[in-house]
């Protein structure tokens, strides 16, 4: 398998800019999740998806940011208009959720944002 | 919400030495506790998790403790080697499928030789 796989792996805009960040889950995996790691706040949830549908998007730092699945096989997180704070590193992580199991997450590879 | 404090933020060792990073909880209705490994460019990847109803687990080298009095848990690894060497993450879930993961703020460990 190959894992999880994000794209692009490198993304450099300027602010007032949309960003479109892209995640294709491991094959057979139903949930997703979104994260975004910083220096100064550690690893976040951002939103999480189960069967395609968001479960909890509590995370999501402001309206700017919006997530979709459109299918089991795809995810994007936008952000419009893009910030320099948002600047970070986003990792899309999956795993085979179920009742009363812990379910380990794989993490795909980050997309490192810079928005100047 | 829940909240995860990791110590110490860098840790450096000889190799062949023992690392313990240690990490606090602060809601008692947490029930899973995983531990994650992050390499350089790479994204985290889990080593050994621990569910609340057991005190201690080992995987090799690597072993995790858990005191639910103290809302505590460490991750202990013996025998360090060189590619030990990465970012060490703690979580802590309060749900039943361990969806919602709250990180610790991570540990550089650094291997000597």
């Known amino acids: 398998d190959a894992g999880v796989i994000q794209s692009p792996r490198h993304e450099v805009t300027e602010m007032g800019q949309e960003v479109t960040l892209r995640c294709k889950p491991i094959?057979?995996?139903?949930?997703l999740f979104w994260y975004r790691q910083t220096m100064m706040r550690g690893l976040e949830l951002l939103i999480y998806?189960?069967?395609?549908?968001?479960?909890?998007d509590s995370g999501m730092p402001e309206d700017r940011f919006s997530a979709k699945m459109p299918n089991a096989s795809f995810s994007t997180l936008k952000i419009q208009p893009s910030e320099p704070r948002d600047s970070a590193v986003y990792f899309c992580?999956?795993?085979?959720?179920?009742?009363?199991?812990?379910?380990?997450?794989?993490f795909g590879p980050g997309t490192r944002l810079t928005v100047l | 919400g829940e909240n995860v404090e990791q110590h110490p933020s860098t840790l450096s060792v000889q190799e062949g030495d023992s690392a313990v990073i240690k990490c606090t909880y602060s809601?008692?209705?947490?029930?899973?506790f995983p531990w994650y490994k992050q390499e350089l460019g790479k994204g985290p990847q889990l080593i050994i998790d621990?569910?609340?109803?057991?005190g201690e687990k080992k995987d090799q080298r690597i072993a995790v403790t858990l005191n639910k009095t103290a809302k505590h848990f460490s991750l202990h690894i013996t025998e360090t080697q060189p590619e030990d060497s990465a970012v060490y993450f703690c979580a802590a879930s309060i749900d039943g499928t361990a969806s919602k993961l709250t990180f610790g703020t991570g540990t550089r460990l650094q291997v000597t030789l």
């Open positions: 998806f189960n069967n395609n549908v968001p479960i909890d």
């Open positions: 992580a999956s795993s085979s959720a179920g009742a009363g199991i812990y379910n380990e997450q794989f």
């Open positions: 094959s057979g995996h139903n949930s």
């Open positions: 809601d008692s209705a947490s029930n899973y």
């Open positions: 621990i569910r609340s109803n057991v």
